[in-house]
């Protein structure tokens, strides 16, 4: 079983930014894809970004494209996601998940996906 752990998350005006972190622990980290997610109030949890193990190939929700960037370091077993440009509808709790299975394209399904960490909120106001 892998251990997920995020930070980074606060209040940020509307515009401005933040750096969310997520750390692993349990398996290699280095052959897994890793995604984020969100989960606003009253709204079902939804994609937002993933990375493929190398951190060669990405891939967003269209609600994001072009704001946030996905970004990993395999050998400190972190994924970052950098987000910029933040509008009052980006909060939400935010949180990375680790799929089933190594290697593979970075996957947008939840059900790909079985281990999540607490999640790290991230309130915008406007």
């Known amino acids: 079983q892998v251990q997920l752990v995020e930070s980074g998350g606060g209040l940020v005006q509307a515009g401005g930014s933040l750096r969310l972190r997520c750390v692993a622990s349990?398996?290699?980290?280095?052959?897994?894809?890793i995604g984020w997610f969100r989960q606003a109030p009253g709204k079902e949890r939804e994609f937002v970004a993933a990375?493929?193990?190398?951190?060669?190939?990405?891939s967003y929700a269209d609600s994001v494209k072009d704001r946030f960037t996905i970004s990993r370091d395999n050998v400190e077993n972190t994924v970052y996601l950098q987000m910029t440009s933040l509008k009052s509808e980006d909060t939400a709790i935010y949180y990375c998940?680790?799929?089933?299975?190594?290697?593979?394209?970075?996957?947008?399904?939840?059900?790909?996906?079985?281990?999540w960490g607490q999640g790290t909120q991230v309130t915008v106001s406007s």
């Open positions: 998940a680790h799929p089933y299975t190594p290697f593979g394209v970075p996957s947008s399904r939840q059900d790909d996906f079985d281990s």
């Open positions: 349990g398996r290699t980290f280095s052959l897994y894809t």
């Open positions: 990375i493929g193990w190398s951190g060669v190939t990405t």
